[in-house]
């Protein structure tokens, strides 16, 4: 019997010019067609919802979940950051569940393939942000950390910003996981549980990394022969808020910064400054460079319907400028 796996994903209407980026480099891949595609729904339009049908098989509205309701404070996209841990709940029927954020998509389909490989026989397969280019090695080390410190500490307090403040952060905007995963029931308690404490815009991804990091004796990380959680590179989920990618001008792929130049899988365009300012100049392999937007096909879709970014995105996360 062959394994139904989907990827899921979530968009308001705002973000549909990323999510139609996200789906069509997906389904512009022929190893797709056997692979179902699930929507959280955040108030995307009637044309958005229309041309989504046709690429698209599961569109459901998340609800508030954990007792809480459009009452408690919180920007409605919480709601799909919440469900991450309840795809199952919502989208039944399926082996394997991946996630893609709406603003991250596929340009090799190979780490595709890795994830849902790795969650053949892992818990969980995940990225840690990790990268020898990445800036929270270096420029950007004191303030990821303070990030990291906050993080912990607002929503599970200070003897966890001890025990994890230097652990590296399992990124939760793409991950793949079997449906009996005992880590979908952990993470959905702790996510109930920080937020008796805290609305933080990453809850559920430090509820995720507690989910891992706590458990040590359900999740080996070195032998096979027991269940076990993937840490997949960062080609396989390439966080641009960390590093800008490079652009090699003969195979008109990005790639990593240094050599030896790795083509890049999925490329998470996850940086918020980088989407006010629409572009920027990006490196080349040769030593040019190039004004890129860095996303699916530099955002220009050859669809009926048609999307733009909006010129000023919300600051629904509640960042105030900050780059974690």
Not at 45 to 57: F, I, K, R, T
Not at 107 to 112: E, I
């Amino acid at each position: 019997m062959s394994t139904k796996i989907t990827i899921a994903s979530a968009s308001s209407a705002e973000y549909f010019h990323f999510l139609q980026g996200m789906v069509l480099s997906v389904r512009d891949n022929p190893q797709s067609k056997d692979i179902d595609i699930s929507l959280y729904d955040l108030g995307l339009s009637d044309e958005q919802l229309a041309w989504l049908s046709g690429y698209v098989n599961n569109i459901v509205k998340p609800k508030w979940e954990y007792g809480l309701s459009e009452k408690s404070g919180m920007h409605d996209p919480f709601r799909a950051i919440l469900a991450k841990p309840l795809l199952p709940k919502y989208f039944p029927g399926y082996d394997v569940y991946m996630h893609l954020d709406a603003d991250a998509w596929v340009q090799d389909w190979s780490a595709v393939e890795t994830y849902l490989k790795s969650a053949e026989t892992a818990a969980l397969a995940i990225t840690p942000e990790i990268h020898r280019a990445y800036a929270n090695n270096y420029t950007s080390s004191n303030e990821f950390h303070d990030f990291v410190v906050e993080l912990y500490g607002g929503t599970w307090g200070q003897e966890y910003v001890t025990k994890y403040s230097y652990y590296p952060i399992l990124n939760a905007g793409v991950f793949a996981m079997p449906k009996e995963s005992p880590i979908w029931n952990l993470w959905a308690e702790n996510v109930r549980v920080s937020l008796a404490k805290s609305h933080h815009h990453c809850i559920e991804q430090a509820a995720l990394n507690l989910a891992v990091f706590e458990h040590p004796e359900l999740f080996h990380f070195a032998q096979p022969d027991k269940k076990n959680i993937q840490f997949l590179p960062a080609t396989c989920n390439w966080l641009c808020h960390q590093s800008l990618p490079l652009f090699d001008k003969e195979t008109k792929r990005f790639v990593e910064p240094f050599l030896p130049h790795q083509p890049l899988g999925v490329i998470h365009r996850s940086s918020d400054d980088f989407k006010d300012k629409k572009s920027a100049p990006i490196y080349t392999t040769d030593g040019d460079s190039v004004v890129c937007n860095l996303k699916y096909k530099e955002g220009v879709y050859d669809t009926a319907v048609k999307s733009v970014e909006p010129e000023k995105l919300s600051d629904w996360q509640g960042r105030g400028g900050k780059k974690y």
